[in-house]
């Protein structure tokens, strides 16, 4: 019997070293667990702060495609004026051209008509509605001889252009 209860001892004190090796364990293990989750409370807070950034980062891509889209948007429009300048600009010089193709016209056809030169002269007298042509004065559908002539001869401007056409200038 004494070899049973050594044996039980022995057991006994086997199972209390196993016993007490395996709470040593489990409080390790336990130890581990809890840091664990400490470490993963800080990886959730670091989480929230990763969603904010994509969710920012989401926004400014968006802006930037916006904003790339307004300037190509504003590329097209330049170039569309471009292209409107310088149609414009080739119209304006083809008008031009006709421009100085139709006054040499009108000088050949004016030559080939052997038009006399007339030299018309048109004086606006300073008082409103007189008009004095060639010593001849309207008034405001009279006629009159202009012989009275200081006053007259004051306010009177002759005008005609480089052709002999003669304008009237207030």
Not at 93 to 107: F, H, N, S, T, Y
């Amino acid at each position: 019997m004494e070899e049973i209860s050594i044996k039980d001892k022995l057991c006994t004190q086997g199972l209390s070293s196993i016993l007490a090796y395996y709470r040593e364990r489990v409080d390790t293990i336990q130890k581990e667990r809890d840091e664990w989750f400490e470490r993963l409370e800080s990886l959730r807070i670091s989480q929230e702060d990763y969603h904010k950034q994509e969710w920012e980062l989401k926004k400014r891509n968006e802006e930037i495609a916006e904003l790339q889209k307004s300037l190509s948007d504003s590329h097209v429009a330049l170039l569309e004026e471009r292209e409107l300048t310088l149609r414009l600009r080739r119209d304006n010089e083809e008008l031009q051209g006709r421009a100085v193709e139709d006054r040499r016209k009108i000088m050949e056809l004016l030559a080939l008509n052997g038009s006399v030169e007339q030299d018309i002269t048109y004086v606006k007298d300073c008082r409103p509605g007189i008009f004095v042509f060639r010593n001849t004065v309207f008034r405001q559908g009279t006629e009159a001889s202009a012989d009275d002539g200081s006053r007259k001869s004051e306010c009177r401007e002759e005008v005609s252009d480089e052709n002999g056409f003669g304008k009237e200038n207030d």
